[in-house]
C-alpha cells in the first residue's frame, strides 16, 4: 500500500506556455501533500505544502502565482507551472501524508520538465 | 532553522565492502529522521526512518541507522554493499510535533560501487 502517482512523467513545453502536473494518493486519503523541487546534482527543496480543501502554504522564495497549487480531493494534488520560463526546468516530486501515520510521507516517481 | 548535513557528495566503495553515509542536523527538539534513496530520473524510496525508541534502526536491503543524540548524527550503515546499491543517498528531517511539515533533506550522498 501507500502508493504515490505522479502524472506525467515527463513534459517538454514552450516558453509562456503552462504546464499541469498531478499527483495522486493511489491506495490511501492523503489531507497533506507536499511539492518539492530538484534541481541536477541538488537536493530536494521544499515548495509548498498543500492542504485539501485550503490553500496551499508557499516555502519562502517560492512564487504562488507561478506555481499555482490545486488540492481538491484527499487523493489529488495538482501543481500548475504558469508561463513557463527556461529556468523553471527541474524535476518535480510530490509526496503525501497518509492520515494517521507520523509523518512518513510517501513520494510519487517525480516529473521532469523541461521548458524551451 | 532546520538543517541538515551530508558531509559527503560522493563516496566510493568496493562491492562487498561495509558502507557508512554520514548525517547530522541541526534542530532544537528531536526531529523524526529517515533516510532515502534515489536512483537516476527515479522517485524517492525510503529505507528506514526513526521516531523513537530504539536508536538503531534496520530498514531494507540490509540497511541500518544509528540515532546518536549527543552527536545529533543519524548515520547509514551497511555491512556489504552490492553495485546495486550504487544511487544518490538523502537524509531528511522533519519537526516531530509540527505535524504537517514538510522534509528538510541533506545535499546527498552519491554512492559509487567499484567491482
Known amino acids: 500500500g501507500a502508493v504515490v502517482s505522479q502524472h506525467p512523467s515527463r513534459v517538454i513545453c514552450k516558453s509562456g506556455t503552462s504546464v499541469k502536473i498531478e499527483c495522486r494518493s493511489l491506495?490511501?486519503?492523503?489531507?497533506?501533500m507536499f511539492w518539492y523541487r530538484q534541481f541536477p546534482k541538488k537536493s530536494l527543496m521544499l515548495m509548498a505544502t498543500?492542504?485539501?480543501?485550503?490553500?496551499?502554504?508557499?516555502e519562502q522564495g517560492v512564487e504562488k502565482d507561478k506555481f499555482l497549487i490545486n488540492h481538491a480531493s484527499l487523493t489529488l494534488s495538482t501543481l500548475t507551472v504558469t508561463s513557463a520560463h527556461p529556468e523553471d526546468s527541474s524535476f518535480y516530486i510530490c509526496s503525501a501524508r497518509r492520515q494517521g501515520i507520523n509523518n512518513e510521507q510517501f513520494f510519487g516517481p517525480g516529473t521532469r520538465l523541461t521548458v524551451l | 532553522a532546520q538543517s541538515v548535513t551530508q558531509p559527503d557528495i560522493h563516496i566510493t566503495v568496493s562491492e562487498g565492502a561495509s558502507l557508512e553515509l554520514r548525517c547530522n542536523y541541526s534542530y532544537g527538539a528531536t526531529p523524526y529522521l529517515f533516510w532515502y534513496v534515489q536512483s537516476p530520473g527515479q522517485g524517492l524510496q525510503l529505507l528506514l526512518k526513526y521516531f523513537s525508541g530504539d536508536t538503531l534502526v534496520q530498514g531494507i536491503k540490509g540497511f541500518e541507522a544509528e540515532f546518536k543524540r549527543s552527536q545529533s548524527s543519524f548515520n547509514l550503515r551497511k555491512p556489504s554493499v552490492h553495485w546495486s546499491d550504487a544511487a544518490e543517498y538523502f537524509c531528511a528531517v522533519v519537526d516531530s510535533g509540527g505535524g504537517a511539515d514538510g522534509l528538510t533533506f541533506g545535499k546527498g550522498t552519491h554512492l559509487i560501487i567499484q567491482p
Open positions: 491506495d490511501f486519503q492523503a489531507t497533506t
Open positions: 498543500s492542504n485539501e480543501g485550503s490553500k496551499a502554504t508557499y
